[in-house]
Every structure is written in structure tokens, then in C-alpha cells.
């Protein structure tokens, strides 16, 4: 089974920029080019959050056309950028948004790993919460099937970064969360969006980690007091694999066009050192 993650999109209506400077329905064309050229292309696609800028109904009719040319299956998350009501209005054929009641959280069922899809937005804010009921939600749903591989994904990150500024509009409390995913070994892995970086912390028994942003990143600045800055740095996407005896396992790719392949050995076996 592949995954392809990618998250924080941030697009906007009318052809504007993010932040006056990034293209960000450009990138997410790109990144879309990028999964369905992959070999082998991944069975299905999550997008963890901040899917648009403003939580606009013309905004997610944007994405929706974007992500028009995807050729792999896809699933939403929602983010503190985004609107959970606006997303339903115009991904209303998405039926699992509705799995949560109140939340856009839910569970896919239809691979070799289970994927456990966590809402962490509090609206109006930036950062995220997981509030007694969501918690007990995905007690519940873990609970169903204790046995089998599973990846929880999330927005906001359950851990400290460093940087300052991400810090501060992090997840709450992840106390309750941390005292869930003990008492399930089954979660592989914990996915989540936020950060605009390729982050990795253990957690509770299991790994969780931030993706690449498949726009701009946020400036690697390991201070408290870090300003809040972003870069343009090569956008990417991750790509979780698993393979029955063996686990979960996690690469980070780039979207963009960059020399190479070159082979190590020439045509009769050598290795190519000139």
C-alpha cells in the first residue's frame, strides 16, 4: 500500500497570492502533475489541512478544480485556515466528511492500513484543539480494531517544534491524545500538516511527523522567539509505505524539476567515477 500525503495548499480566489508572493494554485498543478507521474502511483492521496486561505466557497471551488486532474483517490482534512461548511458545500459527493458529525474526522477503511482522520480546528483561530469529544471519537474508532495497522492523521502537530512562532499556534493540549494512541501499538504512524516541514518526533509509543508544504515552507529558525517567516523552498509531498512483514515506512519527495537520474555504474558494471 502507498499513501501520498500532501498538505497546506492555501489557495485562493481570483488567481491571487498567498502572501503577495506565492503562486499557490500553481504549485498545488504541479504537485498534482508530480502524483500522478509517480511509478507506482500511489492508491490514494490525503490532504492534511489548510486546504485553502480563507475558507471561502470560491476557494474550495478552486481546489476542487485543481485537484480535477488528480488520477489517485483523495481525502480531506481540514486545517485552521479552512471552513468545515464551505467544505462540505462544494465536496458534498465526498460522503466520509460527513463520518464526524460536527467534525470533518473519519475513517477509511478500504486498504491494507486503516487511516484515522483527526479535526483539530478551532474556528477562528490558529491554533488547534482536540477538545473531550474528539478525543473519545477516535478512542472509540482505535477501538474498533485494535489489531489492525493503522495511521492517524492530523492538521496540527502533537508535539513542540522549536520554532517559536509554529509553537504558539500549535495543538493545545495533547495530553488526552498522547494517552489514546498508548493504549493502541497498532498506530503506526501519526501524519499531520501545519508545520510547511518535514518534522519527525516519537510520540506516545509511535512516530508522528509534519509534511512539506507543496507551496512555500516555513523558515527553519530554531529560536523561541523565532519571527514568523516563510521561504521558497523546494515544496515536497511524503509518501508512506507499507508492506505487510515489514511496516510502515516514510520518504519525503520534492515537486520540481531537477537533473537526474544519473547511474552509478556504467553499462558493463563499473562504477562511474569520472
Known sequence: MLLAQITDTHIKAD??????KVDTAAHLSRAVAA????????????VTGDLVDFGR????ERLRALLS???????LLVGNHDGRDELRAVFSDHSY????GDFVQYAIEDWPVRIVALDTMVPMQSGGALCAERVGWLDRVLAEQPGRPTIVAMHHPPFVTGIGHMDKIGLADST?????????????????????????????????GTCPSVAHQVALDLRDDAPSRF???PPGFQLHYWRDGHGLRTHTGFVGAFAGPYPFFDDSGALIDE
Open 57 to 60: 466557497i470560491e476557494e474550495y
Open 231 to 233: 521561504k521558497l523552498e
Open 69 to 75: 486532474p488528480l488520477r489517485i483517490p483523495y481525502y
Open 97 to 100: 466528511l460527513g463520518q464526524g
Open 35 to 46: 502524483l500522478n507521474a509517480l511509478h507506482p502511483r500511489p492508491d490514494l492521496v490525503i
Open 176 to 208: 488526552g491524545l498522547a494517552a489514546v494512541i498508548g493504549r493502541f501499538p497498532n498506530v503506526e504512524r501519526i501524519i499531520c500538516g501545519h508545520l510547511h516541514r518535514d518534522i519527525q518526533v516519537r510520540f506516545a509509543g509511535t512516530v508522528a
Open 15 to 20: 488567481n491571487k497570492l498567498a502572501y503577495g
